[in-house]
């Protein structure tokens, strides 16, 4: 992509936020917000705010990875719903990213897959409910544009990471353990055979 590609599409999306429900002009950045820490033995909440999955598996493997960490899951409400392509209708998808957000209980919030949609869901976000109880919240994809609504209206601070359907191999296991569990400053590199 060339500089004026990348440019105009900066100001698509700038003349595109109300249309999202999304006001920067007049909001201004939220203060920077970090999520409390994870520790093992707590409980994770999986959902699906972006694209439906085909393959029922991914729910089992998705949840067994987090037990594997020694986490505990609870499900969103809507998790297995299926509307079109998608993981529910928005208001479901949404309502179950607020609720994890809402529950003490649920100490970090887990994506199950990306695809498409997550942008859909922006304007039913509870922002405010995000700012009052900041959580670690990872995934990847398409679940991008929750990081970026996450980030500019609660300030809050999310992971770019694999998703509960995506490979638990013993990199991405060892680190999710140094960042959540031991809190530490990684440096993402090839490791040397």
Partial sequence: ???????????LLATSSPLLGLDFATTGPSPTRYPNALQRG???GIIS????????????YAKEAMEA???????GAHFKNRFGHLAGTDEERASDLNAMFADPEVKAIICLRGG????????????????????????????????????????LIS???????????????????QLFFEQKLLTYKNESN
Avoid at 1 to 11: Q, T, Y
Avoid at 49 to 60: H, I, K, Q, Y
């Fill in 1 to 11: 992509m060339n500089k004026r590609s990348f440019l105009k599409s900066l100001g």
């Fill in 42 to 44: 707590q409980t994770v």
């Fill in 49 to 60: 705010p972006s694209a439906a999955t085909a393959d029922r598996m991914e729910f089992t």
């Fill in 69 to 75: 960490l020694g986490l505990k899951v609870k499900l």
């Fill in 116 to 155: 498409s949609g997550a942008s859909r869901i922006l304007p039913l976000i509870d922002y405010e409910q995000v700012k009052a109880n900041p959580k670690p919240f990872l995934g990847y994809s398409d679940i991008t544009a929750i990081h970026c609504a996450l980030q500019s209206q609660a300030g």
């Fill in 159 to 177: 992971f770019h990471g694999p998703n509960g359907s995506g490979a638990w191999n013993n990199f991405n296991s060892t680190q999710f353990q």
